[in-house]
């Protein structure tokens, strides 16, 4: 399994960007998918994810109304759209896959990782 992460970028504060991972290497029927980030010298932190099959989501409290996850199983990429950002929310931010059908919010949870995107919002 291979994922390629995009759309990372510098916002000011309040704006928006939409993340992009695209994967590929195989068929993904019950996985979950879901976006990390990590700040500098600070741990991975979970921020979303989402059940392929069902299109179930869960959300870190953090970003809980600011950001959501969508999916597009016929080009196998699943999108995080940011909205309302903060300085809080610069990190680089990761997706990854979890072989299992279980939801997870932990970073050992997930079995496959993309190379990840900076982000990067401006007072």
């Known amino acids: 399994v291979q994922l390629q992460a995009s759309g990372g970028g510098l916002v000011q504060t309040g704006g928006s960007l939409r993340l992009s991972c695209a994967a590929s290497?195989?068929?993904?029927?019950?996985?979950?998918m879901g976006w990390f980030r990590q700040a500098p010298g600070k741990e991975r932190d979970f921020v979303a994810a989402?059940?392929?099959?069902?299109?179930?989501?869960y959300y870190a409290d953090s970003v809980k109304g600011r950001f959501s996850i969508s999916r597009d199983n016929a080009n196998n990429t699943v999108y995080l759209q940011m909205n309302s950002l903060k300085t809080d929310d610069t990190a680089v931010y990761y997706c990854?896959?979890?072989?299992?059908?279980?939801?997870?919010?932990?970073?050992?949870?997930?079995?496959?990782w993309g190379q990840g995107t900076q982000v990067t919002v401006s007072s």
């Open positions: 990854a896959v979890s072989r299992s059908g279980r939801r997870s919010t932990a970073p050992g949870g997930y079995d496959y």
């Open positions: 989402i059940s392929w099959n069902y299109g179930l989501t």
């Open positions: 290497g195989r068929t993904f029927s019950n996985n979950h």
